[in-house]
C-alpha cells in the first residue's frame, strides 16, 4: 500500500492512450467469429494486476489486485444503439492489497454493461483498431478481510476504457481525475474509512487490461 500526496504522481492507469478519431454514431454491428446473428455468446476475461486509486483531499489511497476474472455475455447482432453491448455478471479479484498494506476482498455488485461510444473501423480488426467506450453500472463492495469493520467502503459508477480488437483486450482507464469523475466511493451504510484514509465522496482510478476469451474475435463495426 503507497500513500502519495495529490500532485507528486497520479495512477499509472492516467498514462493509457486513447485514440481520437471522428466520431462514429450508431448503429454498430456486434460481430463475433464472423457471425452477425443475434446472438449471444459467453466470454472470460483476464487481468493482472488491476489498480486501484482512492483520490482523497489530501492523499492518494492505492489498491492493487494480482488478478482480476471477469465474466459475462457479449450480445451479438446487428443494428445496436451502442448501449449493453455485453454484460459482465460477475467479477473475483485474487491477492488485493489495500490501505495500510491491508489484506482487500471485493465483492462484484449487480450488472455491468459494456457500451459503444465510437468505432474507428468500418470492416475487420486494422492495425490501429480501437472501438471507445465505458462500462456502466459498476459496483464493488471493498473491505479488508480480516478488518471488515474498520475499513469497507462501496465504489460505483462509469469506468472509461476502450475495446483492442486486434489483441481482444479489453482496456480499463477510468483515470478518476479531474472534470467528470464517474467512479465514486462510499463508506455511508455501514462503510468504514480505512483509518481516516479514505472518505465518502472521493473519486476513484480504475486501471488493468482483461484478455477477452469466447467463441470467436470481437469485431464491432459501423452499422449501415
Known sequence: MK???????????????????AMAAPPYDVLVGGNSADADYPFTGTAAPIDFTAHGSVFDV??????????????????????????IANTTWTDCTGPLGLDMTVEHIGQWQLNVTDTTVTGPPAADA?????????GAYVHATN???????????????????????????????GAGDTLTISVAGGGSTCSGLIADGDTA???GTFGVATSGAIDITDGA
Open 62 to 87: 492505492e489498491m492493487d489486485c494480482a488478478q482480476s476474472v471477469a465474466t459475462g455475455t457479449v450480445h451479438g447482432g446487428p443494428g445496436q444503439s451502442g448501449a449493453n453491448v455485453a454484460t
Open 147 to 177: 478488518d471488515e469493520a474498520g475499513c469497507a467502503f462501496t465504489v460505483s459508477g462509469v469506468a472509461d476504457g476502450h475495446f483492442d480488437e486486434v489483441n481482444q483486450d479489453l482496456v480499463v482507464a477510468e483515470d478518476g481525475l
Open 205 to 207: 482510478s480504475f486501471g
Open 3 to 21: 500513500l502519495m500526496k495529490l500532485g507528486v504522481a497520479t495512477a499509472a492507469l492516467s498514462s493509457l492512450a486513447f485514440a481520437a478519431p
Open 130 to 138: 480501437a472501438v471507445e467506450g465505458n462500462i456502466s453500472s459498476v
